[in-house]
Structure formats: structure tokens, C-alpha cells
């Protein structure tokens, strides 16, 4: 099957339709793709106080619209509270440039800003390239002079305008929502000999174990994609790709080949804390069987920091909690972030979902799909659609290149 731009064509081009797989995703070892069932798993009551995790891959959020070939996942309770300005400002300054120049957009007629201890009214209607109009020592403060730096400007409230119509503050959704497809294909087969000889074991159930061998092949590698996936915009000859935690998780700290510390994971949680709370604090750690054993190292030296909680397990494991000033962060592991790679992916659960494209109806959730016989084979192949929802981009981190204390 030629990959084509559009899902909506890409659907039409395929084979007759024998069954749709997507639900026997569940069938699938948990143990297999951690990552995607902590995610997007589903808690099952098997028995009285007895529960299940298994994996599926639809959580997407309600909310959230297509345009064009992009998809845009908009937190739009998040309110930017510190900004940058360019240059210093004079006594006398009747203007104010931020940078970038886009952050500007967030200042509307009657913003009240902090600079050191001066507050400042917007007073434009509007910004161009970056500067606004402003009205120097606002509420009895004292016009002074102020020297720029990182996050110099304090949005501190919005000051009422009578007789005067604002409009509303515009809502910027930051370009790290964009985000992609991927069309998974996977092919099977089986020859006429094959079928022909092999009188035991089989029972003619041999597509059944196929599709299961290939949705397993699939689904592994959407669990390397979910974290390491960089995005691609389609074109005409040019397959998209979803982006995973490594496009999104925009602060990744190198720790040079030093000792991993709790100072180090306190700092992740407190910068995630100070951009918007605890419920912009991330709740779990991905990692690898090395990651999983430095931070035993960290924790359990007889503190009671590190607690297991036998009749809890996520994504196939018994999970390990680490407590800090800024939430519990459960720990989980996954084979399939690179073995002997010595790092730690900081998220917040609710902040990431996984699932198929739905559009004008059409479900393109895993389906298996007959391939043209020959004479001396019959075969068939899975065909889905998928995207990544990334959201609250202060709540995710990676800290790598350490060692074990």
C-alpha cells in the first residue's frame, strides 16, 4: 500500500475490510508497551477488589480541533505570568518591547505589570512588533529606571477600563501543541505450502496469531515513537509522523556525567511548580532499568521516601513512589527507552493522551485488511492512524547523562 498525505485517501486505498483490531489491543502484555498503557490504560474489575490495567490507545481528549493537516491542543486556562523585555527601561519610557515579540500579544489595554517594585498600565489597544504603550508609576509606585533581564516583567492584573470597549485578551496557543499523524502499516502472510504441510498446530486459525504477532511488532514501535518521535508534515510524496516526549519536552537538562541528586529532581518539580502550581507538577518518571536502580540508590539509603504499594501496578509493574515538597512521582519503566541511555522523562499523566484519528466519521483506529492472493500466498496487513495529544508544556522534563550516587 502506497502511504499517501491524506488518512481520509489513504483509508479508501486499502484492501476489503475483514475486522477492525483496535479493541485487541488489550489483549497485549501491558508488561510489553508501559509507556502507552500508562497512558491510555484501562482499569478492568476482574473480581472483587481485584483490578486490571490493560493497554488501549484512545484517550484523547474531547476538546481539540483540526486545522488543516495540523492538529492543536490548546490548554487554554494557561496564563502567562512573567514575560521578558528588550532593553532597559529609562525614568521617562513611554513604551515597553518584549521578547519574543509574539508574548506581546498577551498585553491588552489595561494590564498591569510588575518591574521591580514599579507597577505599570498598559495603555495600547494594541502592540506592534513587539512594544506597547504604558503609563508609568501606576497606583502611587514610583517611575524608576529598570535594567532588562530574564523574565523582568510581572503580570500582575488587569485594571478595569470604563466607557471604553477592550475587546478580548487574546489566547496564543504556543506552536509546541502542532502536532502530526503516523500511518502504521503492518504487513503479514503466509504461503500455500506453508498452509499446505502444516497439518498440526494450526487449525486454520493461522490469521488470528498473524494479526497478533503484527499489532505486538506495531505497537512496540509506537512505544519508541510515543517517546522519541520527532514530527514530520506531510507533503505530497512525504509521510507524517507524530512527534513524542523528545519533540515536546522542551527542558532537557544535561547533567555532564555527575551524580544524579535529589537536588536535581527537587529542581524539575519546583520549575514545573512555579509555572503554574501543583497541577502543572509532573507525577511520573519514565525511565530505563538503569534509571530505576540510580534512584533507588537516591531513595532507599533507609529513607521512607520510596514506598511500594503491592496490590497497585501500572503498566504491568508494581509501581514505586517517590515522595517530594511537590507531589508523589510514581516511577515506571519501559524496555523500550533505550537500554543503558541513563535518563529520567518527567510528565504529568493527564497532560499526555494517545489515540486514532477520527474525522468526518471515519474511525482510523487499527484495522486488518486483505491483500491482493497470489498463487502462492495468502496475506493481510494492519493499517492505523494515530496521534499524540501534548499538553501543559512546563510539566514535562528529562534529565540525562548522569550517574549512579
Known amino acids: 500500500m502506497a502511504v499517501t498525505v491524506s488518512p481520509q485517501t489513504s483509508i479508501k486505498n486499502t484492501g476489503p475490510i475483514r475486522r477492525s483490531v483496535a479493541d485487541e489491543v488489550m489483549f497485549i502484555s501491558p508488561g510489553e508497551i508501559p509507556f502507552l498503557t500508562y497512558i491510555s ?14 493497554p488501549t490507545l484512545d484517550n484523547l481528549p474531547k476538546s481539540g480541533g483540526i486545522r488543516s493537516a495540523t492538529f ?5 486556562d494557561t496564563i502567562p505570568v512573567v514575560l521578558t523585555s528588550t532593553g532597559n527601561l529609562t525614568d521617562s519610557a513611554t513604551s515597553i518591547t518584549i521578547t519574543p515579540a509574539a508574548n506581546a500579544q498577551h498585553l491588552t489595554k489595561g494590564t498591569i505589570l ?5 507597577q505599570i498600565l498598559v495603555t495600547t489597544t494594541g502592540v506592534v512588533g513587539g512594544t506597547a504603550a504604558i503609563s508609568r508609576g501606576w497606583a502611587g509606585t514610583t517611575a524608576a529606571a529598570h535594567t532588562s533581564a530574564s523574565n523582568d516583567v510581572k503580570i500582575i492584573g488587569k ?3 470604563e466607557a471604553e470597549t477592550v475587546g478580548i485578551d487574546p489566547f496564543l496557543p504556543p506552536t509546541a501543541y502542532l502536532n502530526y499523524w503516523t500511518e502504521v502499516y503492518h504487513s503479514y502472510q503466509k504461503s500455500m505450502f506453508d498452509t499446505a504441510i502444516n ?29 522519541y518521535g520527532l514530527k514530520v508534515a506531510p507533503a505530497a510524496t512525504t509521510p507524517g509522523q507524530f512527534g513524542g516526549l523528545n519533540q515536546f519536552t522542551s527542558t532537557q537538562t544535561d547533567l555532564s556525567a555527575g ?13 514545573a511548580y512555579d509555572a503554574g502550581g501543583v497541577e502543572n507538577c509532573p507525577d511520573t518518571i519514565l525511565t530505563n532499568s538503569y534509571g530505576k536502580v540510580t534512584l533507588s540508590n537516591l531513595y532507599g539509603n533507609g529513607y521512607v521516601t520510596v514506598y511500594r504499594q503491592e496490590d497497585v501496578t501500572t503498566a504491568g509493574y508494581v509501581v514505586d513512589e517517590i515522595m517530594t515538597d511537590f507531589g508523589q512521582l510514581k516511577i515506571v519503566m519501559s524496555p523500550w527507552v533505550t537500554p543503558g541511555d541513563k535518563e529520567l522523562w518527567f510528565f504529568r499523566k493527564d ?22 492472493q497470489t498463487a502462492t ?8 492512524a494515530y496521534t499524540m495529544c501534548m499538553q501543559r508544556p512546563t510539566s514535562r522534563a528529562k534529565l540525562y547523562n548522569f550517574v549512579s550516587p
Open 259 to 271: 551524580a544524579l541528586t535529589r537536588a536535581n529532581i527537587n529542581t524539575v518539580m519546583r520549575t
Open 159 to 161: 485594571a478595569s477600563v
Open 72 to 76: 492543536e491542543w490548546y490548554d487554554q
Open 114 to 118: 510588575l518591574i521591580d517594585s514599579e
Open 199 to 227: 497439518r498440526y498446530g494450526d487449525n486454520g486459525t493461522w490469521r488470528d496469531t498473524a494479526v497478533t504477532a503484527a499489532l505486538r511488532r506495531a505497537l512496540i514501535l509506537f512505544e519508541r515513537q510515543a517517546v
Open 41 to 54: 490504560g484501562k482499569k478492568l474489575d476482574i473480581s472483587p477488589g481485584k483490578f486490571k490495567v490493560v
Open 351 to 372: 497532560a499526555i493522551s494517545v489515540g486514532p484519528l477520527k474525522n468526518n466519521g471515519v474511525d482510523l483506529s487499527f484495522k486488518d485488511y486483505d491483500l491482493v
Open 377 to 384: 500466498s495468502e496475506a493481510g496487513y494492519l493499517y492505523g
